[in-house]
C-alpha cells in the first residue's frame, strides 16, 4: 500500500540557519508528489509539487525539494530560515487513479528559535 | 482569485446530533475533497466528489455523507456525531478529475462534540 513516512516529528532550528525536512514514499508507479504547510489554526498551503522531469523542483517562500527515486525520497530545504516559517509541514503522494486522493505523512513541526 | 471557502469556521455539537459543513471550491474547480485532521490521527481522506457524483470514499462509516451541487460547492453530513468526530474537517479543490493535479485547501471547520 502507498506510504508516506516522516521520519521527524519536531525540528528546531535557529534563524537564518538551514533547514532539510525528510520525506520517505512507498508507491508502485511514479509518484507524484507534494509538500504542504500548515500554520497554527489554518488549512494548508501548498509549497510545491513533483510530477516528472527536473528533480529538483523549487516553490514558494524559498522552499525547493529534491525527488530521489533509488532513496524513495522528496525531502524539502530551504537555505535560511526565517521565524515565520515556523509551522508544520505535510509531505503527500498523489493516489491518482480512480482514488485521486492524497496520502499525507504524519507531519513535522518546524519551531524557530531566535 | 478567491480560494477554497469553508464554513461556519467552528461548531460545536452535542453526541448524537447531526453536523453539516459547507465547502465552495476555486473557481473553475470541480473536484471537491473532503478531509479529516484528527489529533493523533493525522490527515485522513474522506470523500471525493467530481461533476456532482461521489467517485471515492475513505474508511469511514456511513453516517459520514454529502453531496456536490451543481455550482459544485459541497456539504459534508456527520450523523449521530460521536466524541471521536472532534477534529478539523478540511475541504480542498483541484481542476475537473485530472488525476494527480495539486489539491488547494480551505482553512477548515472545527468541529467540537461534547
Known amino acids: 500500500a502507498q506510504s508516506v513516512t516522516q521520519p521527524d516529528i519536531h525540528i528546531t532550528v535557529s534563524e537564518g540557519a538551514s533547514l532539510e525536512l525528510r520525506c520517505n514514499y512507498s508507491?508502485?508507479?511514479?509518484?507524484?508528489l507534494f509538500w504542504y504547510v500548515q500554520s497554527p489554526g489554518q488549512g494548508l498551503q501548498l509549497l510545491l509539487k513533483y510530477f516528472s522531469g527536473d528533480t529538483l523542483v523549487q516553490g514558494i517562500k524559498g522552499f525547493e525539494a529534491e525527488f530521489k527515486r533509488s532513496q524513495s525520497s522528496f525531502n524539502l530545504r530551504k537555505p535560511s530560515v526565517h521565524w515565520s516559517d515556523a509551522a508544520e509541514y505535510f509531505c503527500?503522494?498523489?493516489?491518482?487513479?480512480?482514488?485521486?486522493?492524497?496520502?499525507f505523512g504524519t507531519g513535522t513541526l518546524l519551531a524557530v528559535q531566535p | 482569485e478567491a480560494g477554497v471557502t469553508q464554513s461556519p469556521t467552528h461548531l460545536i455539537k452535542t453526541r448524537g446530533q447531526q453536523a453539516t459543513l459547507r465547502c465552495s471550491p476555486i473557481s473553475g474547480h470541480t473536484s471537491v475533497y473532503w478531509y479529516q485532521q484528527a489529533l493523533g490521527l493525522g490527515l485522513q481522506f474522506l470523500l471525493w466528489y467530481d461533476e456532482g457524483e461521489e467517485r471515492n470514499r475513505g474508511n469511514f462509516p456511513p453516517r459520514f455523507s454529502g453531496r456536490q451541487f451543481p455550482n459544485y460547492s459541497s456539504e459534508l453530513n456527520v450523523n449521530a456525531l460521536e466524541l471521536e468526530d472532534s477534529a478539523l474537517y478540511l475541504c480542498?479543490?483541484?481542476?475537473?478529475?485530472?488525476?494527480?493535479?495539486?489539491?488547494?485547501f480551505g482553512d477548515g471547520t472545527r468541529l467540537s462534540i461534547l
Open positions: 503527500a503522494v498523489g493516489d491518482g487513479g480512480a482514488t485521486n486522493k492524497l496520502i
Open positions: 508507491y508502485g508507479a511514479t509518484p507524484y
Open positions: 480542498a479543490s483541484s481542476p475537473q478529475g485530472i488525476s494527480n493535479q495539486p489539491q488547494h
